[in-house]
């Protein structure tokens, strides 16, 4: 217990740093701008309670919008992310259920699940989040584009971590 | 009573996740606006001490080019300076500058946090209060507008970038004199667009636009920039696209331009609208 905390503090750590030293300063263009924090949303274990879920989500966004000067986007797209990760799950469960591992990583369910339990939270809260940043629909194909190339970059970079960590 | 603890037990999650966004919600659309970007400064003040450190790192590569804006900005002044001093040898000359005559107090100050990439774009400069600067003030760069101050701190303040949905400035065509809307797209970092100039202007691609000093914030004839495209747009209008002389990806050095008239004009404006 006292274990997994500490690894999940770790990790939190590491991506917020990253986030906010690292890829709140990439600027491709206007168009594309990664966010790499939701990782920890990811990483949480399975069986977590859905009450902690959503307030671990709630502290993630809250600490993400602190760091980049942006006062609930963030906050609004995590929680609803954390409200959503356990349907996800369910939708994409593999077809002998989620034996072995209450890890929902590259390493216990494969690369094929990983990739799209990734996408599809990362769409999600991508899509939020850039709604909400603009709070318009005026120019919503330019918003969309927006979403779907800043969430390949998102996904490519979380995979990229993810191949790390099961390298280690 | 019991109907309805179990309806809060079996839904317990959600009205956790409604209660949560909720608050998020709130905080958006109270936390945001343009006159109210307390939060964003309060918040400001706890992430300054790293980002004053990686500007403080950053800003040894751009002191070549510093310099040289500074160069050319110092000849053009000298320029106007010899135009000044000619004067005085006439018999006839206005007094420009006295105690009640001065509009404008210049302060000079260093971005040290700034963003291009959002739609709502902010920068954070290191002065505040205890240096005169107060909101509603305008920001130059040495090349042309940059924003408006829109909270302070006492030794920092945050401004909106032209860069930010929220934007408008009174500009016009400094050849002709027609004066319209500006506002930024969201798209590009070096366009910005001029609305409401009617469609029997003659506009050409390089012309200049610069401010109008309407809004009782920007000084009149501060360079914003260069017309770059125009189309027709609805019935009467030109939708102009602008190249801004300002370089918002290395803004770093600033002027901050208060208005020691503006709520003697405001306060006259109010009486008639």
Known sequence: MINSILRFGLIFILLIMLQVLLFNNIQFSGYVNPYVYIMFILLLPMEIAPWLLLLLSFGTGLIVDFFSASPGMHTFATVLVGFIRPYVLRIISPSDGYEGSSDPSMLAYGFRWFISYTVLIVLIHHTALFYIEVFRFADFFRTLLRVILSSIFSVTFIVLIEFYRKGK | ?273
């Not at chain 2, 053009?76 to 500058?97: A, H, P, W, Y």
């Not at chain 2, 920039?225 to 370089?247: A, H, M, P, Q, R």
């Open chain 2, 1 to 273: 009573m019991r109907n309805l603890l179990n309806f809060l037990a079996r839904y317990n999650n959600l009205i956790i996740f409604l209660f949560l966004e909720g608050i998020a919600f709130y905080m958006v659309t109270h936390g945001n606006n343009y006159q109210n970007s307390r939060v964003v400064n309060g918040v400001r003040g706890i992430t300054n001490g790293i980002e004053k450190r990686i500007y403080s790192a950053r800003s040894y590569f751009n002191l070549k080019e510093i310099n040289i804006g500074l160069a050319l900005e110092n000849a053009d002044l000298k320029n106007r300076l010899q135009q000044l001093t000619k004067k005085e040898g006439q018999v006839f000359f206005s007094v420009n500058d006295s105690l009640k005559k001065q509009q404008y107090v210049h302060t000079f100050a260093e971005v040290i946090e700034n963003t291009v990439n959002k739609q709502k774009n902010f920068f954070t400069i290191n002065k505040g209060t205890d240096q005169g600067i107060r909101p509603d003030m305008a920001v130059t760069s040495e090349m042309g507008v940059a924003g408006v101050i829109v909270g302070c701190s006492k030794n920092y303040s945050v401004a909106m970038s032209v860069l930010n949905l929220d934007f408008k400035l009174s500009a016009r065509i400094k050849s002709n004199g027609y004066f319209g809307s500006l506002s930024w797209d969201g798209r590009d970092y070096r366009y910005a667009i001029l609305n409401e100039i009617p469609q029997h202007v003659i506009v050409n691609v390089g012309d200049t636009i610069e401010t109008t000093g309407y809004s009782a914030i920007f000084p009149e004839g501060v360079l914003v920039g260069t017309v770059n495209d125009y189309e027709k747009y609805g019935g009467d209008f030109y939708k102009i696209s602008i190249l801004l002389t300002s370089d918002f990806k290395r803004l770093q050095f600033v002027d901050v331009i208060g208005n020691l008239k503006k709520t003697e004009q405001q306060d006259l404006e109010k009486l008639y609208k």
